[in-house]
Structures are given as C-alpha cells and as structure tokens.
C-alpha cells in the first residue's frame, strides 16, 4: 500500500479525532505514532488493522470510517483541486472517474488505485469496481464530498458491488468556487 | 485542399483567413486569448524558422510560431494548410507557454477540446507541484529530525555541556581552522572536581548531580561564547578555548575558573563546597596538532597538578617534553 494512503488514515485521525485516538490505533495496530513517511509503502494488513483500531475507538464500523476518510480526502485543498481538474461539472467528473487509476498513475507510478467503471443509470450513474468495499466506501466518501463541492443534490449508495449516484437536483446550490489556474479560489 | 467547415467547429483553437490574410473564422478560445482580430498580419507577426513571412511561405513548414502584436508575450504555435482558393487553416496550440496562458486569461476545461491534452498537462503541474511541496515538508520533518538527534548524540544530558563527541567535533573543527576562532592557536583544560567523590557519598547521587550542573553554569558563566565545554565523564571536564596561546594568560584563566568552583553552592538546602585541578595542554607547542595527543598531555598535566595539592593548574610543555613538568614557563 502506498505510503500516500497510510498517511491519509493517519491525518485523517489526528485532525478528525485527535491525537489520543491516533496513538492509541496506531499502538494496537503496531504501527509508530511518530507516523508514516510519504515515500515509505506499508503493506496492506497494516492500513487493514489501522482503519479496524480507528474505527473500533470512535465506534463506528470500518466502512463507514473509510467513507468518512474518502470524504476528508476529498476535501484537502491539493486533492480537491486535482479531482476537480476531471471536469467542468459533476455529471463530467463522474463519467471520467474511470481515468482516476491512471491520473493517479501518471502522478505516481506506484500508487495503485482500483479500476473503476462507470455505466449510465436513471437519473445517475452505476459505478462499478471488483475492488475491496474498503476502496468502494471510499470512493463513495469521495463522491459525497466533490457533489458537494460541485453543488449537486445527490444521493450516494453502495449496493453489492457497486456505488449508486442518484442527482435529483443538478444546479442544488453554487459549490465551491474553482479556478484552475488560480489555487487561492475556493481554497479552504 | 477543400475546406470542411464541420472540422473547424471541433477546433476552439483555429484560425481560418484568404489569400489576403483576412480572416474569415477564429476558434472561441483563440478568440478568448488574443481577442476577435480581422487580419492576420495586423494580429500575428510570425517567428521562428520561418524564412519569410508570407501566407504561402507559412503554409510550408512544419511548424508555425505566431507571435501576438498586441500582446508579445503570448506566442502560439501549430501548423497551416493551405485551400485551394489561396486561403490558409491554422490548428494553433499554446505549447509551453500552456500554464501561464490559462493563468492569465483564466481559461477554463470547455475552453479546450476533449481530444487536447490541456487539462491533463495542467492536472500533471499542479500534482507535481502539489508532490514537490509534501515532499520539501516532509524533508524538513527530517532535517529537524536529524538535528535534534545530532545535538542529543553529542550533548551530556544532566548538564546540558557536549559529551565526548561534541568535544572531539569542537577539536576537529579547530584544528582544521573552521572553528569560532580563526587565529589557529587553542588550548585544551582537562578539569576534575576535587573532594566531588565525598559530597556525592556524603549527600547522594541527587545532590551530586546538582552540583555538576551547578559546576556547568559556572563555566558557561566564565567561559565565552566561542568556547567549548565538555563533560567527558563523571566528574570530569574538558574546555577547548581557542585564540589564548599564551600560557600566563591561560594560567589566570585556570585560577580563576578554580576559584569560581570553589565558591560554596547552595544545595537542596545546604552549602557545599568543591574544588578543581586543572591540567592545560597549549596547541602552539606542537608541531602537528593531534587530538590524542593533546588530551594525553592536559591530562598529564591535569595528575602533575593533582599531585601539588587540590586546586592547583599544571601547563604542559607538549612537545618540548613531558618529563618537564612543573618547570619551564607555565608549570604548575
């Protein structure tokens, strides 16, 4: 697992839930609570037993702990503004989540992210990954929170295998403002 | 070549002109960048290998650079083909100059063709700089990493003073001439507390303790700022004080750091008093400076003044024989 994604679960704890939480997850997971190096790669039981003791602590499921990570992810300024380059609105930054792996390949060669595909549905769209759920409530955490940077009323939810989007309302409220050439639009 | 007018509406960056240079159509987003312009030799002055620049002439080369009369700053570059009414198409492109030209017009993703691998030039900008920035923070995570663990490896962490290797770092320093001190000459005091065993029998470990961090405040207090203090075990210390070569000075210097330790310290409620025997080793009394060396002979110096009594300051003669101590300039 890359060094990126440890690093998001812990930041996400530190700043969601504090500290305290934090060092307690990462010493029952046997991980350091100084915390991860971005270059460094962990292998994948680590983030596993991370995100089992983060949720365990706050008490919630992981699932929802990782939709919630997605979510935060989502929403950090340098992210938000790459996830926002894959279009104009949000009907097009959902078309063209199938490019997410290779983006995020282009950026990082070894950042692995699942395939993803993307099939029309009434009102919305089927997004579809032979990915573990931990990726797909992830992903949904991501979708949550670009709808709502897009300002788009929209419903997200994981049935079996796949993520249903369902956009009631397309032009819900402005969103977050975005320039892309000018980083201080929209910045947190 | 026939001109195909449905083409041109999948290229927001063309620019269509006659014979003439007139132009007969402009994409949205070349209109966006270099505003709605009539003739092309009024608007674009070309550059580049190009050996004159006259319509035909342009429509022959491999690529085309166009530089923007009204705003020189701005170059676009494609390519042009000529019709067979004398007119020309050009499909232009922002090349390089992409980042700063969105910047400044504030261009958007529909301003670009889905097929023009714009956006993702500028997702790859942004990522990469957004990669550059965690990566230089993350790099100063580690300096200050570093350097906190270099000042605990070579710091004593009772007193505060350098340990073994921050003194040999100090030593190393002055010898090669990078030290505080540029004059080169630097005299190296081996100290040791007298009667310290007692106090430490006599009032335990904490009140020892308390007394050589007293001793460490005493010495920064009497010692400046270019000088190195060291605690090289128990109750021993080591000074390296550059620019004072000269042996009555430095024997002023030891006598007034003895009587400085002398001075009765107030410890966990009581007084107690300590002293100090100093040995001195003098870097202008060799001919090649060598840390061993130099340490072997202060300390020398250091057992010669310890055997006169406590209290007491011996100069070693370095090179000039060791046999000698006690006689000579400096001595004890």
Same mark, same amino acid.
């Given at each position: 697992m890359h060094g990126l994604v440890t690093r998001s679960i812990e930041h996400f704890a530190r700043q969601t839930h504090g500290e305290a939480v934090w060092a307690a997850a990462a010493r029952a997971a046997g991980v350091d609570p100084r915390g991860f190096e971005l270059m460094g790669n962990q292998d994948d039981s680590t983030a596993r037993r991370l995100l089992h003791e983060i949720a365990a602590l706050v008490g919630c499921s992981p699932p929802e702990l990782s939709e919630d990570i997605g979510a935060w992810v989502a929403q950090r300024s340098a992210i938000r503004r790459l996830l926002r380059f894959?279009?104009?609105?949000f009907a097009a930054f959902v078309t063209t989540l199938g490019e997410l792996r290779g983006r995020a390949r282009l950026v990082l060669r070894d950042l692995e992210l699942p395939a993803i595909s993307v099939a029309p549905a009434p009102r919305g769209w089927r997004i579809t990954s032979d990915c573990d759920a931990v990726w797909l409530h992830a992903l949904a955490g991501v979708l949550h929170a670009m709808a709502d940077d897009y300002g788009v009323l929209a419903v997200i939810e994981i049935r079996e295998r796949s993520i249903l989007v369902d956009v009631?309302?397309?032009?819900?409220n402005e969103g977050r403002p975005f320039s892309i050439s000018d980083p201080t639009v929209g910045a947190a | 070549m026939k001109l195909d007018r449905a083409a041109l509406?999948?290229?927001?960056m063309h620019l269509h002109v006659d014979a003439a240079g007139r132009v007969l159509s402009a994409g949205s987003t070349l209109r966006r960048i270099?505003?709605?312009?009539?003739d092309f030799h009024a608007a674009f002055e070309p550059v580049g290998?190009? =050996?004159? =620049?006259s319509l035909p002439q342009l429509a022959q080369v491999e690529r085309v650079f166009l530089r923007s009369? =009204?705003?020189?700053a701005q170059v676009l570059r494609g390519r042009a083909v000529g019709l067979d009414d004398g007119g020309l198409v050009f499909s232009l492109g922002l090349g390089i100059g992409l980042v700063e030209t969105i910047r400044r017009?504030?261009?958007?993703?529909?301003?670009?063709?889905?097929?023009?691998l714009a956006m993702e030039f500028l997702f790859l900008h942004e990522a990469n700089n957004a990669m550059m920035d965690e990566l230089s923070q993350a790099n100063l995570r580690l300096e200050k990493a570093r350097r906190r663990a270099e000042a605990q490896a070579f710091?004593?962490?009772?007193?505060g003073l350098n340990n073994r290797r921050g003194l040999h770092l100090a030593f190393e320093a002055l010898r090669q001439g990078?030290?505080? =001190?540029?004059?080169g000459q630097f005299a190296l005091i081996a100290m040791d507390l007298d009667r310290f065993k007692e106090l430490n029998d006599s009032r335990g470990h904490a009140v020892g303790d308390a007394m050589l961090c007293e001793v460490a405040a005493r010495l920064r207090a009497i010692t400046r700022s270019c000088d190195t203090i060291a605690r090289?075990?128990?109750?021993e210390f080591v000074l390296l004080l550059p620019g004072i070569p000269d042996p009555t000075a430095l024997e002023q210097l030891g006598r007034r750091i003895i009587r400085k330790i002398e001075a009765p310290a107030r410890l966990d409620g009581a007084v107690s008093r300590i002293s100090a025997s100093l040995g001195v080793a003098i870097s202008?009394?060799?001919?090649r400076i060598d840390w061993g060396r130099m340490q072997a002979d202060a300390d020398a110096a250091l057992y010669q003044a310890k055997r006169t009594g406590r209290g007491n300051i011996c100069i070693s003669l370095g090179d000039r024989g060791d046999a000698d101590e006690g006689q000579g300039d400096g001595g004890c």
């Open positions: 894959a279009g104009s609105d009631p309302l397309v032009d819900f | 509406t999948l290229m927001p270099v505003g709605d312009i009539a290998p190009v =050996a004159d =620049a009369r =009204a705003d020189p017009h504030d261009l958007t993703d529909r301003e670009f063709a889905p097929s023009d710091t004593d962490p009772l007193t990078t030290g505080p =001190a540029t004059a090289t075990g128990g109750d202008s009394r060799y001919l």
